[in-house]
């Protein structure tokens, strides 16, 4: 009989339990915007998740971007990359470009026109054009300086130097007075100074007088103007200036860009939309009107940003712009949609007549085409917020017919210097060329981001300090974690044996790191509050500083890892911010920092070849230290190391011997120049003193050696003070033959006595 095969039992093989970690103290902050339409900070939902649709009022182009325009642009650049580059949002960025307007219209006109009559007519200055500029600066200072009622040539300069008493009162009510006078001022002394004018040449005299000539050239040949191409010369160059100045500042070029003079189809359609739904009415110039009280009869609200300034008939009537009549308007409040063109004005034919799109329009036409019928950001300057955005609102609503076109509006704050608002309008204004000549785009940036953007900024000296005291430790910072992580990468390449071990000390740097991060995170959630994500940045450099002093003192053993990492960190939050860094991710680019068409910097080229050097610098210093005789070759080493800092190299010394490379920024670099000049100076006024100190023992020692040679015997043979002596040479009478006395016989012995000790020294140093 057969046994009976059994099959063996197989046991499952499962997956072990996998237990579900606990959201334990999940506290991540929620991100918060500041939104204008609220006056508070609103928690930020997006209408797509994910995306972000933006559109940003653009510049006004004809006449220099200035820096209230870099911190409008500088500030929404760096809230830009915060949301792209921090939250990972995928932004529509649309911004556009006023190529019609007023202020484009009159500039253009009023240029075009000083040239074609003056700068082109003539070559000199002329008896005509002398007198034609009296009649300019009549005309200028009766309408803009009714105040002055004097002889213009005589009495206008007292005036404006001690005549105007009530300065302040009359600056409040017209804040372009102080331009009126300066503009006046500068034309009056060319005109009526005879001095100044037989020294100047015709270019200096045109523009001295340009800005009061040009308003009665306008009013006289304004309306002749009929050329396209004159309102299309001036905004097209300013706009590439515009274009070339943010580039400078590196802010981010938009996604789209839109012209209003690419979009007037869209906006004659945008306007008969408003006008069909009842919002607007066409007045009998052939101009179309939004009607606000209609439409705050509605079911819709006006003034969402500003309710408190929709009576405020100065920014009504600012808003509207200077060639605007409104004279035939319902309501004081109602602002032109469309605006019927008089002569010397740019026009487009409508169904309404020939004319041209009111500023407001403009906008909520071309973010409208991109964006749809709503959008999830629109920023702006605070001063656009009324009338120019609460009437692109109301406009927009109008058109859509619904109650929300923008969900979140930010506005920049104003930008003051040391105190004061600057004003194209006023030119009062500090270019972004001529700031650049004073500040480094970097500084600028780092101004704008370290202020609230909604708040107001004072640009004024504390603050300047402040930044150039925090870009200092930063750049500080870089170069020393560069060097260290370039000697650590020498060592392991020479096979020396690194411990890469990390104590308590390099685990409480790690949570640094790990809390500066959070606290960055929470910054950033809280209204995008650059300004302390940097305060951050700053505490935490502090703390690393503190650990490589330590390591300096031979107190612990530096762990690079631990020091790179946390420059890799500070360097990305740098760069979402808007700041160049370097590709290494070491450091940000310095501005004097060149690369070659490879992508290598000076630093990485030259790193080998300072590196012998400074290796060869630490075999003779060495040799010095050890052996006395050798201290000529100590000498050496430190004449090696000043050469180098005038290459933007330092060699700071360490305990173990060594040197630790430094490539130097240009502050650096002259701040050791500086100290080495100092130490040269030093050194030479105590060589000064040492040779005339020697001088003076010289001539002593010399003084000594001549009173040695004098034989006792002789010493007192002066027959002008004696007239005998004994038979040793001292005195026994005067010169007059009296007794010397026994207290003088006395003291002459005791000379007598001393030079006799000196005369035998003498004597031995002879034999």
């Keep these: 009989m057969s046994a009976v095969t059994q099959t063996p039992v197989v046991k499952k093989v499962q997956q072990p339990e996998w237990y579900q970690p606990e959201n334990k103290n999940n506290t991540k902050p929620v991100l918060k915007v500041y939104n ?46 915060i949301l792209q580059d921090y939250f990972g949002y995928n932004i529509k960025f649309v911004q556009n470009v006023t190529d019609i307007d007023d202020k484009i219209i009159i500039a253009a006109r009023q240029q075009f026109l000083f040239e074609e009559k003056i700068v082109n007519v003539y070559k000199e200055v002329t008896p005509e054009l002398k007198t034609k500029s009296q009649e300019y600066l009549q005309f200028y200072v009766t309408k803009n300086l009714p105040e002055f009622n004097g002889d213009l040539e005589k009495d206008f300069i007292n005036w404006t130097n001690t005549g105007i008493t009530n300065l302040a009162e009359i600056i409040k009510e017209k804040p372009k007075f102080p331009m009126f006078i300066k503009a006046a001022k500068l034309a009056h002394e060319s005109i009526f100074d005879a001095a100044t004018t037989n020294k100047s040449s015709i270019d200096s005299f045109l523009d001295n ?242 202020n609230p953007w909604e708040k107001p900024l004072d640009f004024k000296d504390s603050l300047i300090n402040e930044v150039k005291a925090i870009e200092s430790s930063l750049s500080k910072f870089f170069t020393t974690v560069r060097a260290l992580n370039s000697d650590y990468k020498h060592k392991v390449e020479s096979g020396v044996y690194v411990s890469r071990k990390i104590t308590d000390i390099e685990k409480q740097l790690y949570d640094d790191l790990t809390n500066a991060q959070d606290d960055v995170d929470i910054a950033f959630n809280d209204n995008l ?65 060149q690369s070659n068409n490879g992508g290598a910097s000076t630093e990485d080229i030259a790193l080998p070849y300072v590196k012998a050097l400074a290796q060869f610098r630490d075999s003779v210093r060495s040799l010095a230290i050890n052996k006395a005789e050798l201290t000529e070759f100590l000498k050496a080493s430190d004449a090696i ?15 173990d011997g060594t040197s630790l490379v430094k490539f130097l920024n240009a502050q650096e670099q002259q701040n050791l120049l500086d100290q080495q000049e100092a130490k040269l100076k030093m050194a030479a006024e105590k060589e000064k003193k040492k040779q005339e100190q020697a001088a003076i023992n010289a001539k002593k020692e010399a003084e000594k050696l001549a009173k040695m040679k004098i034989n006792p015997l002789d010493m007192f043979k002066d027959t002008t003070l004696y007239s005998e002596w004994d038979e040793q040479g001292l005195p026994t009478k005067d010169a007059k033959g009296e007794e010397v006395s026994k207290s003088m016989k006395k003291k002459l012995t005791k000379q007598y006595q001393q030079q006799e000790k000196l005369y035998k020294e003498y004597l031995k140093t002879l034999e």
């Design 641 to 655: 190391r000043s050469s180098l800092i005038g290459l933007g190299v330092s060699l700071d010394d360490r305990p």
């Design 209 to 450: 007088i340009k800005d009061v000539a040009m308003p009665h050239l306008d009013k006289e040949f304004g309306a002749t103007v009929t050329d396209p191409q004159i309102f299309k010369k001036l905004p097209s160059y300013w706009e590439q200036r515009y274009n070339e100045d943010m580039a400078k500042l590196n802010v981010l070029p938009p996604t789209i860009t839109t012209r209003v003079s690419e979009y007037i189809p869209d906006i004659i359609e945008f306007v008969d939309k408003i006008v069909e739904n009842g919002y607007a009415y066409k007045t009998d110039d052939g101009s179309v009107y939004f009607d606000t009280v209609k439409y705050e009869h509605s079911k819709h609200e006006y003034a969402k940003l500003q309710p408190w300034s929709k009576g405020d008939m100065s920014l009504i009537n600012d808003g509207e712009g200077s060639l605007s009549s409104g004279h035939t308007k319902k309501n004081s409040s109602d602002f032109a949609l469309w605006k019927a063109s008089k002569p010397g004005e740019p026009s487009w034919d409508s169904k309404w007549g020939k004319g041209r799109p009111g500023w407001h329009i403009e906008c909520s036409v071309m973010a409208s085409d991109i964006t749809g019928e709503t959008m999830d950001i629109h920023s702006g300057g605070i001063d656009l917020c009324f009338p120019h955005h609460d009437n692109e609102l109301a406009q927009s609503e109008a058109y859509f017919d619904n109650k929300q076109w923008v969900n979140y509006f930010m506005h920049n704050g104003h930008l003051h210097i040391q105190g004061q608002k600057m004003s194209k309008s006023l030119k009062n204004f500090i270019t972004i060329d001529e700031a650049l000549k004073d500040f480094t785009a970097r500084q600028l940036r780092l101004v704008f981001a370290l």
């Design 36 to 81: 204008s339409l609220t006056r508070s900070k609103n928690e930020f939902y997006t209408i797509r998740p994910g995306h972000i649709t933006w559109y940003s009022c653009g510049p006004t182009v004809y006449d220099h971007s200035h820096m209230g325009h870099a911190r409008n642009y500088v500030s929404t650049d760096i809230n830009r990359r």
């Design 529 to 593: 509050s650059s300004g302390q994500a940097i305060r951050i940045l700053q505490d935490l450099v502090s703390k690393s500083n503190n650990y490589i002093q330590l390591a300096a003192s031979g107190k612990t053993e530096l762990r690079i890892e631990v020091l790179v990492s946390i420059t890799n960190w500070i360097v990305r939050i740098l760069e979402i911010l808007g700041f160049e860094v370097r590709q290494d991710r070491l450091g940000w680019i310095d501005q004097t920092e």
